[in-house]
T-cell receptor
Framework: GAGVSQSPSNKVTEKGKDVELRCDPI?????LYWYRQRLGQGLEFLIY????????KSGLPSDRFSAERTGESVSTLTIQRTQQEDSAVYLC?????????????FGAGTRLSVL | AQTVTQSQPEMSVQEAETVTLSCTYD???????LFWYKQPPSRQMILVIR??????QNATENRFSVNFQKAAKSFSLKISDSQLGDAAMYFC????????????FGQGTRLTINP
């Protein structure tokens, strides 16, 4: 029983480059979430998927951020034209069902550093 | 919008002693869920304990228990018989019972265990 897997673990990029962050949820989990954690801060919600649809994208900070999910499995978070303020840990979580007391199981995150 | 506040950026406790971490939240909703997550240096968020707002009985999980005061909008975490492995960042989180599936996190409390 593998947990939530995220890759890469660490990513260093230059300002202005595009990056893709990958999340492999726990098999069978229908709900998938992306959060951002700036240094020394709590987690900020970015986007939520139910299956392959994203009913809540309210946390995406700008149109440089996008995400997709395919096959009700893997999700990719893409940041275009990265800026230094995008530096953070990006955490993915999955859940068997959405809402209620359903536990969100988290991956170890991708630490993004924009130089 | 709901907010979660953790007023203690850092706490420390002697091994085997008891420590309480504070959390308050702001909401106009009557039905919701509350969670405590632990984040060790590995970055992976781990659920510690969860509580349904409509249940007056405080949740307990082994050495971990909560003091849920709905009227005061307070949800503190008590760790008994503290162990070295309890050292981590602790985050309080809120989830609405309707609509939004996201977790709203506090800023976190760094817990240090002194041997």
């Amino acid at each position: 029983g593998a947990g939530v897997s995220q890759s890469p673990s660490n990513k260093v990029t230059e300002k202005g480059k595009d990056v893709e962050l990958r999340c492999d949820p726990i098999s069978g989990h229908t709900a998938l979430y992306w959060y951002r954690q700036r240094l020394g801060q709590g987690l900020e919600f970015l986007i939520y998927f139910q299956g392959n649809s994203a009913p809540d994208k309210s946390g995406l900070p700008s149109d440089r951020f996008s995400a997709e999910r395919t096959g009700e499995s893997v999700s990719t978070l893409t940041i275009q034209r990265t800026q230094q303020e995008d530096s953070a840990v990006y955490l993915c979580a999955s859940s068997p069902l959405a809402g209620g007391l359903n536990i969100q199981y988290f991956g170890a995150g991708t630490r993004l550093s924009v130089l | 919008a709901q907010t979660v506040t953790q007023s203690q950026p850092e706490m420390s406790v002697q091994e085997a002693e008891t420590v309480t971490l504070s959390c308050t939240y702001d909401t106009s909703e009557s039905d919701y869920y509350l969670f405590w997550y632990k984040q060790p240096p590995s970055r992976q968020m781990i659920l510690v304990i969860r509580q349904e707002a409509y249940k007056q009985q405080n949740a307990t999980e082994n050495r971990f228990s909560v003091n849920f005061q709905k009227a005061a909008k307070s949800f503190s975490l008590k760790i008994s018989d503290s162990q070295l492995g309890d050292a981590a960042m602790y985050f309080c989180a809120y989830r609405s019972a309707q609509g939004a599936q996201k977790l709203v996190f506090g800023q976190g409390t760094r817990l240090t265990i002194n041997p």
